[in-house]
Every structure is written in structure tokens, then in C-alpha cells.
């Protein structure tokens, strides 16, 4: 009875609004909802965004933001088996999540200095994690007492990151953790019973816990029963859409856990609350727990076989986890990134990159070196990312893409071996307007010359007039054939042109 009445009083208070034009009225059915655009324009013409993940997880900085749930998990194996034996040890048996909060005080946090990192590096989204799994939320939450305004650092993290973000005139984004929080903390059998199955990854019922039970914290560790977890999952996200108003919000894959007529509200509501201000916004899938015609698909660290017609998104961390990790403090390599973004982009994709910033605020000196490098390639060369589009086909290269059969969380990405392989032998394309660009994946020290095959007669009709390689002033010497375009690297290698270089293709209009 009490779904039922919460359903009705939703929609009810839909219509009362009267700030929503009756003809782009959505409500909370697939029909309707599918009357909005999936992807807007300026998603993919965007093409490349920055968030990160930051929360009390980042004080221990130990592993990743999972370390929440292994810390009360005993004697399990796998991902995330030695937290812990490290919690006990370096905290003792009666050091609680909770009790990590008042160590995180973000005494250096500034969001002017983030956001201009983000935008350095070429981010044309830039966003802020709204919650993970753990059941914090980072805003001036009057729904969830646990939050980052209330407690902790004091700060309301959404608002001083859009507020930054805006100031640019740059998208904000958030990403939405919690559908998972409903069963991310270990559950006593017989306690908290949720109406679906959970796979041997996710399995959460054990005979004995050390989660705190008191109903102080039910909200924090996720001790409520079944509707109180959908009302509550369902509430942050309408708070965050009526007073942040964001453009892209990133949901990830424990949404499939919530029941379907709670998706649809939310749909109606954000769809709404875009519509009122005349704006559009997107959203994103993993899996199909939003149909595809509504959301676009994120598959995480992946890209796919060849061209979607649809666009498509993936997010990939700077980081060696997704949170700050105190003992492992590597980087993603800023040349591999930017041959997985122009992999991306060719496809018809969008990149998300994730930072990880440390516990007092800052972000860890390898991650803005690694931004900073990305930056001065996306600088000199982004004109062949941005606003483009894919070519007829998506490139040719030596280098194997494939999926990997042992990947744990293959229900959420396609393709990923291979991919921080790619090489100079690789080449992708992109283009908008009269323009192509071939960019091939690093500096080619080996064979000077290489045949585009996708300007053979068989593909390709149009009229080259010009070639010139982006960031160079020497002149390209360049042959059409029968088999393809036979073009030739210049004698200097351009500013990071081991990075990738960007052959810049003009044809007649």
C-alpha cells in the first residue's frame, strides 16, 4: 500500500507543477520518456569530461572506495581480501566507517584550482561525484543527515564545484553510486531482505556482522527496509536535480537494483526540471536498467567493435583505483589516454576521465601532471577530437581490440584488451565539415610513409585539396592511389607528436 500511495503522490505532484509547458510534459511511462531526445548535441560534440571520486573512503586511501563494505567482510576472497586484516590492524576491532569522518577535514580544498586543472586539460564536462555506495552524500542534504556539508569537511562540494564549473560556461555533471548502497554494507541473514537476486559478486548476508545496527546510522549503512531504500535513493536524486540543476547525470550499474517505477520517476522529474528551464540533459545507462532510445550506454573502461550510430560513453581513472590510493600512487599514462580517447572518439564515443583527490583537498601531484600533459596535446591538437564526427571507417592499425572473458564486471564494458597498446601502427579518424583527420597513435621512427586504405576508389570519391600535419611547418607529400592515400610523416616530430599526430585532410567542398 505504501508504494502504491508513493507513486500516486509523485505523479500528482508532477502535474501540479506549474512550471513545466504542457507539451513537453513527461510522465513516468516509457512512452513519454522516450519523446526526449537520448543524447543531445553538445554531449558529443563535447566529446571529453573530467569527475572524480572523493568521500571518506579517501582517509584510509587504502585500495579503493570499496573499502567501506571489505573492511566489515571477513575471510572473503578476491578483490579488495586484504582490507580487512589492514583496517584491524592499523585502526583496531571498534573503529567504525562513521568514525573516519572527522578525520576528513579538506583543509586545502578549492574548487577554482580543480575545475581549472579539469579545463586544462581540454575537459568540456566537468562534474563532481554526488555519492558512491558508501551512503554519504556530498551536498547540503537535507534528506541524509550524512553529508559533507553537516559533518566532515563542511563543505558542500556540488555547489562549489557547479559554481566553478558555470563560471567557465562548461556542462556539470554529477554520477550517482547509490543504487548499490542498498546492499553494499554486509547484511545480517533474515535482516533488511531485498526482492532480488544478488550474484556471487555482490552477495552481502553473513551469520555474524561488526556493522554498526543503531538507528542513528540506518541511513549511513543502508539498515532500512525495502521501501525506505527506494524513497531514499529516489529523494537524493530529486533534491540534487531541483537545486543543481545538472546537465549529465552519470548513474552507474547498482541502478538496476531499484525497481522500475522509481527509474521512470526519476526520469519524469529530471526530464522536467530540464524542460522548466529549457535545457537539455542526458543520462546514461549500465546495462539496460534505462532503455537505450533514453539513456546513452556507459561502458566502462571499454570502447567497442566499430561505429555506433548512437553515441556511446566510457570513463576511464587517472589514478591506479578510482579513489586516492596512499600506496599505490601511479597515473594513467597521458600518451595511452590520448590514443584511447581518439579510439573512443572515432567510434562515436565520449570520454569521462575520473581524478582521486587526496583527503585534505588536493589533487595528488601525479594525477595533475599526467592532466597537464593530456592538456598541452588536447590544446595544440583538440580540434580533431572536438565537435567531430566518425568517418566512413574508424581507422586501421595493427593493434588487437578484444573483450576479456576474465573481467570482472563484463556486464558493463565491451572491449579492453588491447587498448593501452595501441601504437603508432594505429590510426583513427575523425571529421566535421570538409575536414578529415587521420590521427595516427604515436611517431612512426620505423617506416615513414603509411597507405590509408579508407581512401581507396572503392570507399572514397572526394577531392583532396589539402595536407598538412597539425602542430608542423614542413609540407606533407602525399599520393592518391587505387589502394588508398599514400602520406608521408614529416622529418620533425611535432610537440608530442609521440603522443599522436594529427594529419589534417581538407577536401573540395
Given at each position: 500500500?505504501?508504494?502504491?500511495?508513493?507513486?500516486?503522490?509523485?505523479?500528482?505532484?508532477?502535474?501540479?507543477?506549474?512550471?513545466?509547458?504542457?507539451?513537453?510534459?513527461?510522465?513516468?511511462?516509457?512512452?513519454?520518456?522516450?519523446?526526449?531526445?537520448?543524447?543531445?548535441?553538445?554531449?558529443?560534440?563535447?566529446?571529453?569530461?573530467?569527475?572524480?571520486?572523493?568521500?571518506?573512503?579517501?582517509?584510509?586511501?587504502?585500495?579503493?572506495?570499496?573499502?567501506?563494505?571489505?573492511?566489515?567482510?571477513?575471510?572473503?576472497?578476491?578483490?579488495?581480501?586484504?582490507?580487512?586484516?589492514?583496517?584491524?590492524?592499523?585502526?583496531?576491532?571498534?573503529?567504525?566507517?562513521?568514525?573516519?569522518?572527522?578525520?576528513?577535514?579538506?583543509?586545502?580544498?578549492?574548487?577554482?584550482?580543480?575545475?581549472?586543472?579539469?579545463?586544462?586539460?581540454?575537459?568540456?564536462?566537468?562534474?563532481?561525484?554526488?555519492?558512491?555506495?558508501?551512503?554519504?552524500?556530498?551536498?547540503?542534504?537535507?534528506?541524509?543527515?550524512?553529508?559533507?556539508?553537516?559533518?566532515?569537511?563542511?563543505?558542500?562540494?556540488?555547489?562549489?564545484?557547479?559554481?566553478?564549473?558555470?563560471?567557465?560556461?562548461?556542462?556539470?555533471?554529477?554520477?550517482?553510486?547509490?543504487?548499490?548502497?542498498?546492499?553494499?554494507?554486509?547484511?545480517?541473514?533474515?535482516?533488511?531482505?531485498?526482492?532480488?537476486?544478488?550474484?556471487?559478486?555482490?552477495?552481502?548476508?553473513?551469520?555474524?556482522?561488526?556493522?554498526?545496527?543503531?538507528?542513528?546510522?540506518?541511513?549511513?549503512?543502508?539498515?532500512?527496509?525495502?521501501?525506505?531504500?527506494?524513497?531514499?535513493?529516489?529523494?537524493?536524486?530529486?533534491?540534487?536535480?531541483?537545486?543543481?540543476?545538472?546537465?549529465?547525470?552519470?548513474?552507474?550499474?547498482?541502478?538496476?537494483?531499484?525497481?522500475?517505477?522509481?527509474?521512470?520517476?526519476?526520469?519524469?522529474?529530471?526530464?522536467?526540471?530540464?524542460?522548466?528551464?529549457?535545457?537539455?540533459?542526458?543520462?546514461?545507462?549500465?546495462?539496460?536498467?534505462?532503455?537505450?532510445?533514453?539513456?546513452?550506454?556507459?561502458?566502462?573502461?571499454?570502447?567497442?567493435?566499430?561505429?555506433?550510430?548512437?553515441?556511446?560513453?566510457?570513463?576511464?581513472?587517472?589514478?591506479?583505483?578510482?579513489?586516492?590510493?596512499?600506496?599505490?600512487?601511479?597515473?594513467?599514462?597521458?600518451?595511452?589516454?590520448?590514443?584511447?580517447?581518439?579510439?573512443?572518439?572515432?567510434?562515436?564515443?565520449?570520454?569521462?576521465?575520473?581524478?582521486?583527490?587526496?583527503?585534505?583537498?588536493?589533487?595528488?601531484?601525479?594525477?595533475?601532471?599526467?592532466?597537464?600533459?593530456?592538456?598541452?596535446?588536447?590544446?595544440?591538437?583538440?580540434?580533431?577530437?572536438?565537435?567531430?564526427?566518425?568517418?566512413?571507417?574508424?581507422?586501421?592499425?595493427?593493434?588487437?581490440?578484444?573483450?576479456?572473458?576474465?573481467?570482472?564486471?563484463?556486464?558493463?564494458?565491451?572491449?579492453k584488451k588491447g587498448l593501452y597498446d595501441l601504437n603508432y601502427t594505429d590510426i583513427r579518424y575523425t571529421t566535421k565539415n570538409n575536414?578529415?583527420?587521420?590521427?595516427?597513435?604515436?611517431?612512426?621512427?620505423?617506416?615513414?610513409?603509411?597507405?590509408?586504405?579508407?581512401?581507396?576508389?572503392?570507399?572514397?570519391?572526394?577531392?583532396?585539396?589539402?595536407?598538412?600535419?597539425?602542430?608542423?611547418?614542413?609540407?606533407?607529400?602525399?599520393?592518391?592511389?587505387?589502394?588508398?592515400?599514400?602520406?608521408?610523416?614529416?622529418?620533425?616530430?611535432?610537440?608530442?607528436?609521440?603522443?599522436?599526430?594529427?594529419?589534417?585532410?581538407?577536401?573540395?567542398?
Amino acid at each position: 500500500m505504501k508504494i502504491k500511495l508513493f507513486f500516486l503522490l509523485t505523479i500528482v505532484s508532477l502535474f501540479l507543477s506549474n512550471k513545466i509547458n504542457s507539451q513537453q510534459f513527461f510522465t513516468p511511462n516509457w512512452d513519454s520518456l522516450r519523446k526526449k531526445k537520448a543524447v543531445p548535441e553538445w554531449f558529443t560534440d563535447a566529446r571529453f569530461g573530467v569527475y572524480f571520486h572523493w568521500g571518506i573512503y579517501s582517509v584510509p586511501a587504502n585500495g579503493n572506495e570499496w573499502y567501506p563494505r571489505w573492511m566489515y567482510v571477513k575471510n572473503y576472497k578476491g578483490w579488495g581480501e586484504d582490507v580487512f586484516k589492514y583496517h584491524k590492524e592499523k585502526y583496531g576491532d571498534n573503529f567504525h566507517y562513521h568514525d573516519f569522518i572527522p578525520m576528513w577535514k579538506a583543509t586545502n580544498f578549492n574548487a577554482e584550482k580543480w575545475v581549472d586543472a579539469f579545463e586544462s586539460m581540454g575537459a568540456k564536462i566537468i562534474g563532481a561525484i554526488a555519492e558512491h555506495h558508501d551512503g554519504f552524500s556530498l551536498w547540503d542534504s537535507q534528506i541524509n543527515e550524512w553529508n559533507s556539508k553537516k559533518m566532515g569537511p563542511k563543505i558542500d562540494v556540488l555547489n562549489e564545484i557547479k559554481t566553478a564549473t558555470k563560471k567557465r560556461n562548461l556542462k556539470f555533471m554529477v554520477t550517482f553510486h547509490h543504487g548499490f548502497h542498498n546492499v553494499f554494507y554486509p547484511k545480517k541473514k533474515g535482516k533488511y531482505l531485498r526482492n532480488y537476486f544478488v550474484d556471487k559478486y555482490m552477495y552481502f548476508y553473513y551469520d555474524t556482522i561488526n556493522v554498526p545496527q543503531e538507528k542513528k546510522y540506518s541511513k549511513l549503512y543502508g539498515n532500512l527496509e525495502m521501501i525506505e531504500s527506494y524513497d531514499l535513493w529516489l529523494s537524493k536524486l530529486n533534491e540534487v536535480i531541483y537545486n543543481y540543476s545538472p546537465d549529465y547525470i552519470y548513474t552507474d550499474f547498482g541502478q538496476r537494483y531499484i525497481p522500475e517505477l522509481y527509474r521512470k520517476v526519476f526520469l519524469a522529474n529530471y526530464f522536467n526540471h530540464a524542460a522548466s528551464q529549457n535545457k537539455s540533459v542526458v543520462v546514461n545507462t549500465k546495462g539496460d536498467y534505462f532503455p537505450k532510445d533514453i539513456a546513452i550506454v556507459n561502458i566502462e573502461r571499454s570502447t567497442i567493435e566499430n561505429i555506433s550510430k548512437s553515441p556511446w560513453v566510457t570513463d576511464f581513472k587517472l589514478g591506479s583505483s578510482w579513489a586516492y590510493n596512499q600506496y599505490d600512487r601511479s597515473t594513467i599514462d597521458p600518451k595511452k589516454a590520448i590514443r584511447i580517447l581518439a579510439e573512443v572518439v572515432s567510434k562515436n564515443g565520449i570520454m569521462i576521465l575520473s581524478a582521486g583527490p587526496k583527503p585534505n583537498g588536493e589533487i595528488p601531484e601525479e594525477q595533475l601532471e599526467a592532466m597537464n600533459n593530456i592538456g598541452e596535446w588536447m590544446k595544440a591538437y583538440g580540434e580533431c577530437i572536438y565537435n567531430t564526427k566518425p568517418f566512413i571507417e574508424f581507422g586501421q592499425g595493427t593493434t588487437k581490440l578484444t573483450r576479456d572473458d576474465q573481467d570482472l564486471w563484463n556486464d558493463y564494458g565491451e572491449i579492453k584488451k588491447g587498448l593501452y597498446d595501441l601504437n603508432y601502427t594505429d590510426i583513427r579518424y575523425t571529421t566535421k565539415n570538409n575536414l578529415i583527420y587521420a590521427i595516427q597513435l604515436g611517431w612512426n621512427s620505423k617506416q615513414k610513409s603509411k597507405t590509408l586504405r579508407v581512401f581507396s576508389k572503392e570507399k572514397f570519391n572526394g577531392v583532396i585539396r589539402k595536407i598538412s600535419v597539425l602542430g608542423s611547418s614542413e609540407k606533407i607529400s602525399w599520393k592518391k592511389t587505387h589502394n588508398g592515400l599514400i602520406i608521408r610523416q614529416p622529418k620533425k616530430i611535432p610537440f608530442k607528436g609521440d603522443y599522436a599526430i594529427v594529419y589534417k585532410i581538407v577536401l573540395e567542398k
